[in-house]
């Protein structure tokens, strides 16, 4: 199983990345999964994640309204759009899985590393002023 994140870079603040995700070994269609980073000399925080169903969403306060999860479950992908992007924003991003199917949490449990069990390589997003 493995989860492949891409399309990070270098960009200028306000500008927009699209992340990506490419799962292989198994199917994530129905598993809830996110997207995590972790700036230089700090811990991974939570970004965003997706319900099994794609019908909810979740985000960390510092992203809402400017990135936007999706999965498109077809081609077992899930994607982060980033726009309007800050120097703040600079980081690794992580995609994570939940290994179970079909299954919902509590809303807080969504935040939390511990809940996923697949993690992709990371993906280097440099916003610069």
């Known amino acids: 199983v493995q989860l492949q994140a891409f399309g990070g870079g270098l960009v200028q603040a306000g500008d927009s990345l699209r992340l990506s995700c490419a799962a292989s070994?198994?199917?994530?269609?129905?598993?809830?999964m996110g997207w995590f980073r972790q700036a230089p000399g700090k811990a991974r925080e939570f970004v965003a994640s997706?319900?099994?169903?794609?019908?909810?969403?979740y985000y960390v306060d510092s992203v809402k309204g400017r990135f936007t999860i999706s999965r498109d479950s077809a081609k077992n992908t899930l994607y982060l759009q980033m726009n309007s992007l800050k120097p703040e924003d600079t980081a690794i991003y992580y995609c994570?899985?939940?290994?179970?199917?079909?299954?919902?949490?509590?809303?807080?449990?969504?935040?939390?590393?511990?809940?996923?069990?697949?993690w992709g390589q990371g993906t280097l997003v440099t916003v610069s002023s």
């Open positions: 997706i319900s099994w169903s794609g019908s909810i969403t």
């Open positions: 070994g198994r199917t994530f269609s129905e598993s809830v």
């Open positions: 994570a899985a939940d290994r179970a199917s079909r299954r919902t949490y509590i809303e807080s449990q969504y935040y939390t590393r511990g809940l996923y069990d697949y």
